[in-house]
């Protein structure tokens, strides 16, 4: 994956991210330990997006054969989408991709966002705003509320008069009312602004990495019948928040990785009845005092708790048939024989065991990294 930071030169302050694919990225096993930049998204052992499609993996297929949906995938019928005809201005807005699938980047057609654009029948189509769009992000209203089946706010302020960029254009947002995803990677949005987002019936995804979401705003969210996935890995979640995802009522994927979130916030999550996958990869304030409440929400199947400091004595309370992937918290230079006789314990389930670095520092390296005296 390629970032690319753009600054306006008439707004030096204005950061914004634009992701490409690149043609031969590749992907770990996990995903989880690739940072999640972007689209870059892998849960629970199965490739997501363009290197999906290029490699032949077909998760839902998997899932299916399984007896188990695909708590992760965009659904889109095809079959429901007329063409359409967007007016922008006669200067770019940004880029639009339209791509035949949500996930097959890799064989999108992209374009400027500007002057007249024909999106064909059948076709998903990706909005990706630049900074024009965020002066006057009143000018979504003049597109057609099927205009996008998703839509990119990932601007970051590096200046005072540019605070809230995205938040303003979210409150913009509801007016598209076709609008599947929902994409605030590395952007300043927060709850005040993502809130508008339940003006969107149509919604199945949110994801926001890195961005300052805290959680509040998913109060407002028990009205998306159509919420599935929530990703908000490296947010500002509060735990008093989590709460709230059980008013979701077709969560069900929730990736949580790295955003601080401790005990008392799994617990919050006992109310998820329809929760396949919880990603907490990276939260060292999860605990052995959280495997009762996971144990507790019987539909879970896909686990990530690498990172957390749930023991392997923790772990065994949650033994079982029940689970199809777990990636182990402690990170261990296990034999194959421990190895083995864990996943006996887990008959049916993928383990991922994340192995310890192990590379031996030289004096010059130590010397050279050592605090000033």
Excluded at 118 to 140: D, E, M
Excluded at 253 to 264: M, P, R
Excluded at 283 to 311: F, Q, W
Excluded at 330 to 359: C, D, L, W
Aim: with cysteine; proline share 5%.
């Amino acid at each position: 994956m390629i970032n690319l930071r753009q600054c306006s030169s008439s707004s030096p302050g204005l950061q914004l991210v634009i992701r490409v694919f690149s043609r031969f990225r590749t992907l770990s096993v996990l995903g989880f330990t690739a940072f999640l930049l972007g689209l870059t998204v892998c849960d629970n052992g199965f490739l997501c997006g363009p290197a999906a499609a290029k490699n032949g993996v077909n998760r839902a297929k998997v899932l299916q054969a399984r007896g188990l949906p695909d708590p992760f995938s965009v659904q889109f019928n095809s079959a429901e989408r007329k063409q359409r005809v967007l007016h922008f201005p006669e200067y770019s807005l940004g880029e639009i991709v339209i791509s035949a699938l949500p996930d097959d980047f890799e064989h999108a057609v992209r374009g400027a966002a500007k002057g007249t654009i024909v999106v064909p029948a059948g076709k998903y189509c990706t909005f990706v705003p630049a900074h024009r769009f965020f002066l006057n992000p009143s000018i979504i209203k003049t597109f057609p509320p099927d205009a996008f089946e998703c839509v990119w706010l990932s601007a970051l302020s590096l200046a005072d008069e540019e605070d809230g960029l995205c938040d303003r254009a979210l409150a913009q947002i509801g007016h598209l009312k076709g609008l599947i995803e929902l994409n605030l990677d590395k952007s300043d949005a927060t709850d005040a602004g993502l809130v508008h987002a339940s003006e969107l019936p149509e919604l199945q995804k949110i994801t926001g990495f890195q961005a300052t979401i805290r959680g509040a705003c998913l109060a407002h969210f028990g009205g998306l019948k159509k919420l599935h996935y929530l990703r908000l890995p490296s947010s500002w979640m509060q735990d008093e928040n989590l709460k709230y995802a059980a008013t979701l009522p077709n969560l069900t994927a929730l990736s949580l990785a790295h955003a601080g979130v401790s005990d008392k916030g799994v617990k919050n999550l006992v109310g998820c009845n329809h929760l396949l996958s919880l990603d907490l990869a990276d939260s060292p304030k999860v605990t052995d005092e959280s495997v009762k409440a996971i144990a507790a929400i019987k539909s879970l199947r896909y686990l990530n708790l690498d990172g957390t400091s749930i023991t392997e004595k923790g772990m065994m309370q949650l033994k079982g048939d029940r689970y199809t992937s777990i990636s182990w918290p402690q990170k261990k230079a296990y034999s194959n024989e421990q190895m083995a006789a864990i996943r006996k314990e887990f008959p049916g389930a993928t383990i991922y065991f994340r192995v310890p670095h192990t590379k031996v520092i030289d004096s010059y390296t130590r010397a050279l990294y050592a605090p000033l005296r």
